[in-house]
């Protein structure tokens, strides 16, 4: 009897659309992550596409401010690189700023050092708090890291 109440409860709980997380307590270790994203950074608004595919470069398109519109960042290989109207900087990593609102998006999404609690993700960037939301697929909901003014919203993630 009671071996039928617990698959009971079990069905019920698939049925009603009630998830058991699997990955709870595991490390955050994304298999790659394609997204929409929308970021306020020290009251700057920012939006474009992230594309980061597990083991290769991270690509950050800006779609918002209009004035930016189409201005690609590339992070592979220890370099940076910049590209703008036809014009292209290549950086090394350690000369990019450490803080810069790509930075922060991508370090965070490859840090594979959080363990996940609750839908969360909590570490440290650069010695700043910060918390990343996923949602039951373990995809990028929202990054806030407060001290600094940042926070992004993640849409569209595969």
Request: glycine share 10%; proline share 4%; aromatic share 8%.
């Amino acid at each position: 009897m009671k071996k039928f109440i617990i698959l009971f409860i079990l069905i019920i709980l698939i049925t009603s659309g009630c998830k058991i997380k699997g990955s709870e307590g595991q490390q955050y270790k994304p298999d790659g992550i394609y997204c929409d994203f929308n970021v306020i950074y020290n009251g700057t608004e920012i939006e474009g596409t992230l594309s980061m595919p597990k083991g290769e470069a991270s690509v950050i398109v800006i779609k918002k401010p209009a004035l930016l519109s189409g201005f690609t960042i590339t992070s592979e290989n220890g370099n940076i690189t910049a590209e703008y109207l036809g014009m292209t900087v290549k950086l090394p990593v350690d000369k990019f700023p450490a803080l810069s609102f790509s930075s922060i998006l991508t370090d965070v999404l490859r840090n594979e050092d959080g363990i996940i609690q609750n839908g969360e993700v909590k570490g440290k960037i650069e010695g700043f708090d910060y918390t990343l939301l996923l949602d039951e697929n373990d995809m990028p909901v929202s990054l806030s890291v407060p001290k600094q003014g940042f926070e992004a919203r993640f849409n569209n993630s595969k």
